[in-house]
């Protein structure tokens, strides 16, 4: 049994960069106007006897977790996304929020994410459209920032595991 702790759907319009130490290789992305799925963070669970059975999730495992970025298979740019193997991106998108006065505020919106590309993608191409392909990452490190702000921090090789700024590392003091 798993417990999830994600609210996260399709981001539209993003634009994805190859990156060398979180630093993109090159100015301009390697897509961009792309549709990426951000990992659904899924938690073990164990089962403990308090007053019966509980399943309770097991803060210091993670089931895998994935991001998939939909991308046009017919730019070479892209092309290196599909590279199997181990892949570091920078993906960047902005948030637009209008407040009750009307007023719109742009937030911009970033995500680091390392890890393994497992398999080239078959393609969806249509009769006179565009062909597009998801590449799925499997996910060593994930960062997300809204505007300045990391709103999760991901390491599986630290150990890091911090949501919306409670760091799970310490969670086991909460029970």
């Known amino acids: 049994m798993a417990v999830s702790n994600?609210?996260?759907?399709?981001?539209?319009?993003?634009?994805?960069?190859?990156?060398?130490?979180?630093?993109?290789?090159?100015?301009?992305?390697?897509?961009?106007?792309?549709?990426?799925?951000?990992?659904?963070?899924?938690?073990?669970t164990v089962d403990v006897n308090i007053m019966g059975t509980v399943s309770i999730p097991d803060m210091t495992s993670l089931d895998n977790i994935q991001l998939s970025v939909n991308i046009p298979v017919d730019n070479p740019d892209a092309a290196e996304l599909m590279q199997v193997g181990l892949q570091n991106w920078r993906i960047s998108y902005v948030v637009s929020n209008v407040n009750n006065q009307g007023v719109e505020t742009i937030t911009p919106c970033s995500i680091y994410a390392t890890g393994f590309v497992t398999g080239i993608p078959n393609a969806e191409i249509?009769?006179?459209?565009?062909?597009?392909?998801?590449?799925?990452?499997n996910l060593m490190r994930f960062k997300k920032y809204t505007g300045e702000r990391v709103d999760i921090d991901i390491d599986r090789s630290t150990g890091t595991l911090i949501i919306k700024g409670v760091n799970y590392n310490t969670i086991s003091s909460l029970y």
């Open 6 to 44: 994600s609210k996260f759907v399709g981001i539209k319009g993003c634009a994805v960069y190859r990156c060398e130490n979180d630093v993109p290789i090159t100015s301009a992305p390697q897509v961009d106007n792309v549709t990426i799925t951000v990992p659904e963070i899924t938690f073990n």
């Open 126 to 137: 249509s009769k006179g459209g565009d062909g597009t392909a998801d590449v799925t990452m």
